[in-house]
C-alpha cells in the first residue's frame, strides 16, 4: 500500500519517543517559544460515501449475474384470425372457432366450406417470465439508485488548500537554535480510473461506486434484458413465485428489490472545514516531532563528539541485543530438543510397553492352543486304547468259539452266528463312537483354530492402527517442533 512503510516507521518513531524525557522536554519547548506566532489558513472539503449500500449491492451482483444467465422462458400460443390465404396451419382449435363464428364462413356447397376467415395459432418462445420481468426491473431501479447517488457525488469535490508557518527560537544552555517550518498544500481529486479485474479491497470507496454503476449499467445490455426493453415492469408488492422462493440466486436479488426500494437516505456526507485554525492538536504534535527531529540532526552536525559518542553507544546497544537473541535463541533450541527428547523417549516406552503387552496377550493364547491341542492328543490315545481293547476282546471271543466247536457244533454255529452279530453291532458302534469322537474333536479343534486366528488377527489389526496413530502423532509433533525451530531460525 502506497506510503504504508513511511507511515509505519514514523509511527514506530512517536512510539519510541513517547516516554523519552529529554525528547518530551524538547516538544515542551517547541510549544511554549513563539506559539503565538503560528499562522495557518484555507479550506478543506472531504466526501464520505455511506458502505453499507456499496457493499450490500456488491454482494448480490454475482447473484444477479448468475440469475440473468439461467435465462428462464416459456412457449406462448399466438392467436390470430386472418384471411384463409394467410394461413399457415388449420388446427381442430381453428375448426371450432370457425364453427362458432360461421360469420367467417364464405360459402358452403355440398360438403365443401369454404372460410373467408379462420382462426391461426403460432406458438413462439417467450421471455416475458415473470422472474425475467423482476430481473429487467431490479437492474433497470438499481441503475437509478446507484445513478441518483454517483451524480450528487459528482457535485461533491474534494479538495484541499490551506499554508501554515510555525517559527520557533529555542534557547538551551548557550545554544540558540531558530526553527522556521513554512508549508504551503492544494490538491484538487482528478477522475479516478477504474480496471474491473482489480481486487475490491485495493479499490477506493469513490472507485466501488463507479464499479457497481459500471456492473449494473452492463446488466441492462445482457441479451436476455436488452430483449425484454419495453415490457411491463412489475410493482410492488413483489410476488413469490417457486423459483424465487427456492432459487439462491433469485432470493439474493429479491432481498436487494426490497433493500433499494426501503432505503432513503443520501448515501454520503459532506465534511468541510475552513478559517484560521485548520491544523488538529495531533497535527501539530506531528509537526512538533519533525521540528525536534530537524533540531536533534543539525545539533549533531554541528556537535561531532556527540555524535561518535552516540553512534558508539547505538553499536554497543544494537551487539548487546544482538546477543541477547542470540542468547534467547540458544536457549529456546535447548528447550526444545530437550522437550523432543523427552517426547521421543516417552513414545518410545509407550511402544516398547505396548508391544509387551501384545506379547503376552499372544503368549496367553499360545497357551491354549497348546492346551487345546494336548486335550486333543489324550482324546486320541482314549480312542485308540478303545479300539485295542475291541480287538483284544474280538480275539478273545474266536478262541471260545474255537473251543466249542467240536462239542456242539450246531450250538456254536449259532453262537458265533449271533456272536458275530454281535461283534460286528459292537464293532458298528464302535467305530461310530470312534468317528463321532473325532469328528467332535476335529470340530472342537477347527472351532477352537478359527477363534484364534480371529482373536489373533484383531489383536493384530488393532496393533497397527494403533501403531500407526502413535507413529502419525510422534510424527506430528516432530514436524511442529522442526517448524517451530525453523521459524525461529528465519526470525533470527
Known amino acids: 500500500m502506497k506510503f504504508y512503510n513511511l507511515f509505519s ?19 515542551d519547548e517547541l510549544k511554549m517559544a513563539d506559539a503565538s506566532l503560528d499562522h495557518c489558513s484555507g479550506a478543506i472539503s472531504n466526501k464520505v460515501i455511506d458502505l453499507d449500500w456499496v457493499e450490500t449491492i456488491e454482494d448480490c451482483l454475482l447473484d444477479i449475474d448468475r440469475a440473468i444467465n439461467e435465462q428462464r422462458r416459456f412457449i406462448e400460443n399466438i392467436e390470430e ?14 375448426v371450432r372457432h370457425l ?87 492544494a490538491s484538487a481529486h482528478a477522475e479516478e480510473q477504474l480496471d474491473l479485474q482489480t481486487d475490491v479491497t485495493q479499490l477506493t470507496d469513490y472507485q466501488r461506486v463507479l464499479r457497481i454503476r459500471r456492473i449494473a449499467t452492463d446488466f441492462l445490455t445482457t441479451p436476455l434484458l436488452r430483449g425484454l426493453r419495453g415490457c411491463e415492469p412489475i410493482k410492488p408488492p ?35 472545514n475552513e478559517g484560521q485554525d485548520l491544523l488538529s492538536g495531533e497535527t501539530k504534535q506531528e509537526l512538533y516531532n519533525t521540528m525536534a527531529l530537524a533540531y536533534f540532526i543539525v545539533k549533531l552536525s554541528a ?32 528447550k526444545l530438543n530437550y522437550l523432543l527428547e523427552q517426547a521421543r523417549q516417552e513414545e518410545r516406552k509407550k511402544y516398547l510397553d505396548e508391544i509387551d503387552r501384545l506379547n503376552s496377550l499372544l503368549r496367553g493364547l499360545q497357551e491354549k492352543l497348546n492346551y487345546y491341542k494336548m486335550n486333543y492328543i489324550r482324546q486320541t490315545r482314549t480312542v485308540n486304547k478303545l479300539a485295542l481293547s475291541l480287538k483284544r476282546l474280538a480275539k478273545k471271543m474266536d ?39 473325532q469328528l467332535a474333536c476335529r470340530e472342537q479343534l477347527k472351532e477352537q483354530r478359527a477363534n484364534y486366528e480371529k482373536s489373533l488377527a484383531e489383536i493384530q489389526k488393532t496393533h497397527q492402527q494403533e501403531v500407526m496413530q502413535l507413529s502419525a502423532q510422534y510424527q506430528k509433533q516432530i514436524d511442529d517442533l522442526t517448524q517451530q525451530i525453523k521459524t525461529l531460525k528465519s526470525k533470527k
Not at 395459432?121 to 437492474?139: A, D, G, K, P
Not at 437509478?144 to 517559527?167: G, H, Y
Not at 561531532?304 to 540458544?330: F, N, P
Open 238 to 272: 413483489l410476488v413469490k413465485t417457486n423459483v424465487m422462493k427456492k432459487n439462491i440466486h433469485f432470493i439474493k436479488a429479491a432481498e436487494l428489490y426490497t433493500y433499494i426500494n426501503q432505503y432513503s437516505r443520501l448515501g454520503y456526507s459532506v465534511y468541510a
Open 99 to 185: 364453427a362458432q363464428h360461421t360469420n367467417l364462413i364464405s360459402k358452403v356447397e355440398d360438403d365443401t366450406v369454404t372460410p373467408e376467415k379462420i382462426l391461426n395459432i403460432h406458438r413462439e418462445e417467450s421471455f416475458s417470465v415473470y422472474e425475467n420481468r423482476f430481473l429487467y426491473t431490479l437492474c433497470s431501479d438499481l441503475v437509478r439508485f446507484i445513478d441518483k447517488r454517483f451524480e450528487a457525488l459528482q457535485n461533491v469535490t474534494d479538495s484541499a488548500s490551506f499554508n501554515f508557518k510555525m517559527p520557533r527560537t529555542l534557547r538551551k544552555g548557550g545554544e540558540i537554535a531558530t526553527v522556521d517550518l513554512e508549508f504551503s498544500y
Open 81 to 94: 384470425v386472418v384471411g384463409i390465404e394467410k394461413a399457415r396451419r388449420i388446427t381442430s382449435e381453428s
Open 303 to 334: 556537535d561531532g563528539t556527540l555524535k561518535k559518542s552516540l553512534y558508539d553507544e547505538h553499536l554497543r546497544e544494537i551487539e548487546r541485543r544482538r546477543r541477547a537473541l542470540e542468547e534467547e535463541e540458544m536457549l529456546r533450541s535447548n
Open 399 to 437: 478262541k471260545e468259539i474255537d473251543y466249542h466247536q467240536d462239542l456242539k457244533q450246531r450250538e456254536i454255529s449259532t453262537l458265533k452266528k449271533d456272536w458275530e452279530h454281535f461283534v460286528d453291532h459292537t464293532r458298528k458302534m464302535r467305530d461310530d463312537q470312534v468317528a463321532q469322537i
Open 9 to 27: 516507521a514514523f509511527e514506530e518513531f512517536k512510539g519510541k519517543l513517547a516516554e523519552d524525557k529529554d525528547f518530551v522536554q524538547l516538544i
